[in-house]
């Protein structure tokens, strides 16, 4: 359903509507697992859904039910699911909209954890996955052929930052009855709502920005009821539940997600330009540059703003990149992005790193590729310590 308030006034708001007659302005931390019930016949209601309430939080918690809602707003869905992870997002929406002798037609670039559950896990439950370049859509529409049963890409592809034309590849895949699953995490609902342009599932690891302070992890998904409803059942088998703290946790980051979005791109686009002219930097991977493959794309779907991710290669190659690392004072070598903090991570290393040599060296991973990722801090401090490091590298 539209929404009728502004993104930023619904993050603002994010867990001052639970039930209470003293409405709180910040909800409290329901740490319980599990929940009294006044009787058998309200135990049928409850599970037959004629009365609202909490059983045991393997099912429903107040503060993960919260997280859901707002959730569901921000991305204008039915729906949403939180998960204990961005990972447990990803695996128990495929494994509710999945089954054996299936095939999924996945991005070629997809974050490497996504990679490999694709293709060491569910090809032993007898699921075949068919890698694609998304951003060619001929070759897309060639994998339609396989009549797989769906689509999974990334809004912004982890780590070279390349779109997805998710409109285009929406409206061919259902032609075939294809749905289509987008892992929006680098993107965040902020600059782009997948489902809006016509995607089946957009999820999120909310460990990264809608979180934002690297101090909870968790996952989230959101859809139309019936696809909820399935992942809500697998999620509650698999027990890759959210806690209540985490939830609690991940709505309070996301008062602020407005604000920390905007400051984060700002930085982003300033950092990109300073790398693009600099002689030690080879490559520059941002969807705001002009010269980027998907510039266009970005420009009319991303609304301006082309988010707080800056890939870059050094030109020195991997031992450039260790002395640049250890040149660092301010920004920190971590493994995940997305915090208000600004943060560097390299992919070879890390997030791609159940590849092999050759399977990096295809996606364009190489040993100088550095992974950026924007905070709130002042722009002007960032470039210092990107310029005192490249000095020293």
């Given at each position: ?20 007659d ?12 599990v ?7 309200t135990?049928?209601d ?15 918690n107040?503060?993960?039910s919260i ?7 921000l ?25 054996s002798?299936n095939?999924?037609?996945?991005g ?26 998304t ?17 999974l890409v ?17 409206q ?17 609902p ?9 995607a ?16 909870v ?8 009821a019936?696809?909820?409803?399935a ?25 602020t997600?407005p ?34 493959p998907?510039h ?5 779907t991303?609304?301006g ?8 290669e ?10 640049f ?5 301010m ?12 943060t ?18 295809v ?19 960032i ?11």
């Amino acid at each position: 359903m539209p929404n009728a308030r502004d993104i930023a006034s619904i993050c603002a708001a994010a867990g001052a509507d639970m039930p209470s007659d003293t409405r709180p302005l910040s909800a409290p931390i329901y740490q319980s697992s599990v929940f009294e019930i006044d009787s058998l016949e309200t135990v049928d209601d409850l599970y037959e859904g004629r009365a609202e309430g909490f059983i045991y939080s393997r099912d429903s918690n107040p503060n993960v039910s919260i997280l859901e809602k707002v959730v569901a707003q921000l991305e204008n869905a039915d729906d949403s699911v939180a998960f204990a992870s961005g990972m447990a997002a990803i695996g128990i929406t495929l494994l509710s909209m999945v089954e054996s002798g299936n095939r999924i037609v996945a991005g070629s670039e997809l974050y490497g954890g996504t990679n490999l559950m694709l293709r060491q896990h569910l090809s032993k439950l007898g699921v075949e996955t068919q890698f694609v370049d998304t951003t060619d859509l001929d070759a897309v529409e060639q994998t339609l052929d396989s009549q797989p049963r769906l689509i999974l890409v990334e809004s912004i592809t982890n780590p070279l930052l390349r779109l997805t034309d998710i409109e285009s590849i929406s409206q061919m895949a259902h032609q075939r009855g294809v749905q289509v699953v987008v892992d929006n995490t680098l993107a965040s609902p902020l600059l782009l709502r997948p489902l809006e342009l016509g995607a089946d599932v957009t999820l999120h690891s909310a460990t990264k920005n809608l979180g934002g302070h690297s101090d909870v992890t968790g996952g989230v998904a959101a859809a139309r009821a019936d696809i909820t409803m399935a992942m809500r059942q697998s999620n509650r088998v698999w027990g890759s539940v959210l806690d209540p703290f985490a939830a609690w946790l991940i709505v309070r980051g996301i008062k602020t997600l407005p604000l920390r979005v905007e400051k984060a791109c700002e930085n982003a686009f300033a950092v990109a330009q300073f790398l693009s002219d600099h002689p030690k930097i080879s490559a520059v991977h941002y969807p705001g540059l002009p010269d980027h493959p998907q510039h266009k794309l970005a420009v009319d779907t991303l609304g301006g703003r082309f988010g707080w991710m800056v890939t870059f290669e050094l030109a020195g190659g991997g031992r450039s990149a260790s002395s640049f690392v250890k040149g660092l004072d301010m920004i920190k070598l971590a493994a995940s992005l997305g915090e208000a903090q600004t943060t560097i991570s390299h992919p070879a290393k890390t997030s791609h790193r159940s590849l092999t040599g050759d399977e990096q060296a295809v996606l364009g991973i190489r040993n100088g590729l550095i992974r950026l990722s924007c905070g709130i801090e002042s722009a002007s401090d960032i470039l210092a310590d990107l310029a005192s490091a490249l000095a020293k590298s």
